[in-house]
């Protein structure tokens, strides 16, 4: 069956950096584009960053870019967010999530946490 | 940036009730490029419906989607106990993707 399993969250300072892990299990990782979303305590969902299945092609919310990269390792069925100059409003719980061919995200992890305070 | 603005933000009802769930785009959505997701607390959303009107794998003919360019409706046709969630509609057809602000089906 299919899993994705996050980790990698935790609390960190603002202007502090983080990376986060997805592990994908169940199915042919390489063949497939993911996406990064959070969801702040409380609040609805924010698309965050997607990735092509050859990481050729890497897109971001305006709200993250030139600030957190999103990359992949296929060999390792691993897709990664490294999140740098953190600020407060990315605090969120950070899920990875596979992207099907017809659009939208079939599959979820259960979540990172991802605090960012003083 | 395409907003999607959902409505009712609260939908209160009964089992057993049929629900009808709104999205509303800012601008036209490519190719009916549109999902909808349910959430529980303390859960990862579900994919429900992807391409405006297409069932995810699994999930139940109660529910149905519609719509195209600016305006989506995810109905479901009898409420049971275990879709009172949150529902969030997602477009997909023009960067960046964007969700809707969520309409939470209340039991009455």
């Known amino acids: 069956q299919v899993q994705l399993v996050e980790s990698g969250g935790g609390l960190v300072k603002p202007g502090g950096s983080l990376r986060l892990s997805c592990v994908a299990s169940g199915f042919t990782f390489s063949d497939y584009y993911m996406s990064w979303i959070r969801q702040a305590p409380g609040k609805g969902l924010e698309w965050v960053s997607y990735i092509s299945s050859s990481s050729s092609y890497t897109n971001y919310a305006d709200s993250v870019k030139g600030r957190f990269t999103i990359s992949r390792d296929n060999a390792k069925n691993s897709l990664y967010l490294q999140m740098n100059s953190l600020r407060a409003e990315d605090t969120a719980v950070y899920y990875c999530?596979?992207?099907?061919?017809?659009?939208?995200?079939?599959?979820w992890g259960q979540g990172t946490l991802v605090t960012v305070s003083s | 940036e395409i907003v999607l603005t959902q409505s009712p933000g609260t939908l209160s009802l009964s089992p057993g009730e049929r629900a009808t769930l709104s999205c509303r785009a800012s601008?036209?959505?490519?190719?009916?490029?549109l999902a909808w997701y349910q959430q529980k607390p303390g859960q990862a959303p579900r994919l429900l419906i992807y391409?405006?009107?297409s069932r995810a794998t699994g999930i139940p003919d109660r529910f149905s989607g519609s719509g195209s360019g600016t305006d989506f409706t995810l109905t479901i046709s009898r409420l049971e106990p275990e879709d009172f969630a949150v529902y969030y509609c997602q477009q997909y057809g023009s960067s960046p993707r964007t969700f809707g602000q969520g309409t939470k089906v209340e039991i009455k």
């Open positions: 999530a596979r992207v099907i061919a017809a659009g939208g995200d079939d599959y």
């Open positions: 601008q036209s959505v490519d190719s009916t490029y």
């Open positions: 391409g405006a009107s």
